[in-house]
């Protein structure tokens, strides 16, 4: 259902590199790099301080994925999309991006213009606005503002179309620095060289690098997963006295996809979605305690994400924006030991969901890939405890994955199977 390409190995192509040393007092330089297809182009900004950071301009039809750890701030222009998520213009936010090579890389694109509102057809005078000089200020050398806004201004002006601009800097992290110091994982954030953009010793610089692609890199999304991204966003608001609550359920084989998948649904709702939430967050009850998502192994765990997913699971818990509502040590990394009291700790979790006042936000439910004899058997009961209004039943192809797959969860069937506790005679659930 999902497909991840590796790197391609190509002949590493001479890209025209440009230094401009601008003679004021501050002696600052911007390296500018147009990209093959003239329709991007990045700027590495090197302060008086040494410190180093890049502005990209993305035009329209343009796939660029990144490699590395950054922090990025889009300054200008209409929404991007990562992982599913859509980034709009807000020079006061700041969003973590972690790229290791142990995952598929990230892609970053211009959305279609019709996703983005009150795009200033005006580049420099929208540049101009106090808000994103403010951010520009904070971002660079104060005195260095004016000059990079104006160099900003002339390079977008090179483009036909609306033009984003996006600013990336480095993301210094303890954790996954101290990490990559072990022998296992000193290539967990290794930067490719061969047809990436800016060179290496800028690169090496910045601890990030960008490679154009024709949209084969990265999340691949099959068209079953864009219905369902559409049906999310088609949800009619439900009403705050209502107690009826979207949850969806997310289960399969052991690589199958599913982390993904739920990164991918994540931040289509926090991103793309409207719901009557003062503060707009995701739920997630996680029942994988031999992989789980947002804590160490062993726990059964509900958290609230408040921001876009952008990276593999290990990065999730150095973010301040994941809360976790409740936990659980369930001591073991199979319920195969004990499974009455894994579903006991699974019903502990689960009534910190139903005890959250009105409206709730939508629920987002995590399972093992453990699909048959028991495994299955436990994947009824959380299907009986949560009662999800729509289940995605990943597969994966091949006759050696016939074994993983479990039976087709549809409505007679589930009717007919044994759960731990009880049989199932009367569900309703909704399928795509």
């Not at 192994?297 to 409740?326: A, D, E, M, Q, W």
């Amino acid at each position: 259902m999902f497909a991840f390409k590796k790197i391609p190995r190509k002949k590493s192509e001479d890209l025209h590199d440009e230094t401009d040393t601008t003679s004021n007092r501050n002696k600052q330089k911007l390296f500018v790099t147009m990209f093959k297809s003239k329709r991007a182009q990045i700027i590495v900004y090197l302060s008086s301080r040494r410190l180093c950071s890049c502005f990209i301009l993305l035009g329209c039809d343009t796939h660029l994925a990144i490699f590395g750890k950054a922090r990025f701030t889009h300054l200008y222009g209409p929404m991007i999309t990562i992982w599913g998520g859509n980034i709009g213009p807000n020079p006061s936010s700041s969003y973590d991006i972690y790229s290791p090579t142990s995952h598929t890389p990230l892609s970053i694109t211009q959305c279609p213009l019709e996703k983005s509102k009150n795009v200033n057809k005006d580049a420099t005078q929208g540049l101009q606005s106090s808000e994103i000089k403010v951010a520009l200020e904070s971002l660079c050398d104060p005195s260095d503002v004016q000059v990079l806004t104006e160099r900003l201004g002339k390079e977008m002006s090179i483009f036909r179309d609306h033009v984003t601009v996006l600013h990336f800097s480095p993301h210094r992290s303890r954790v996954l620095d101290s990490l990559s110091e072990i022998k296992r994982f000193r290539f967990l954030f290794r930067l490719p060289s061969e047809g990436t953009v800016p060179n290496a010793s800028l690169a090496k610089l910045l601890g990030f690098t960008f490679l154009e692609h024709d949209g084969s890199l990265g999340y691949q999304v099959a068209p079953e997963v864009s219905h369902i991204s559409l049906r999310l966003s088609s949800i009619p608001v439900v009403d705050p006295c209502d107690d009826y609550v979207r949850k969806l359920l997310i289960c399969g084989p052991k690589g199958a996809g599913k982390s993904s998948l739920l990164r991918f649904l994540s931040n289509i709702i926090l991103t793309d979605v409207e719901y009557p939430l003062k503060e707009k967050c995701v739920a997630v009850l996680d029942c994988d305690i031999g992989q789980p998502e947002f804590t160490p192994n062993g726990i059964i765990s509900l958290c609230l994400v408040k921001l876009p997913l952008f990276g593999p699971p290990y990065t999730h818990i150095l973010s301040t924006n994941v809360n976790i509502l409740r936990q659980c040590f369930v001591g073991c990394i199979t319920p195969s030991d004990d499974p009455s009291f894994y579903l006991k700790c699974l019903n502990f979790v689960y009534d910190a969901y139903v005890n959250l006042p009105e409206p709730k936000p939508r629920l987002l439910v995590n399972t093992m890939g453990w699909m048959q004899g028991l495994g299955l058997t436990l994947l009824l009961e959380q299907i009986l405890l949560v009662k999800p209004d729509l289940i995605i039943q990943l597969r994966t192809t091949g006759s050696s994955n016939n074994r993983t797959n479990s039976p087709d969860l549809n409505s007679s069937s589930l009717k007919t199977m044994d759960t731990w506790n009880s049989r199932v005679s009367c569900l309703l659930v909704r399928y795509t």
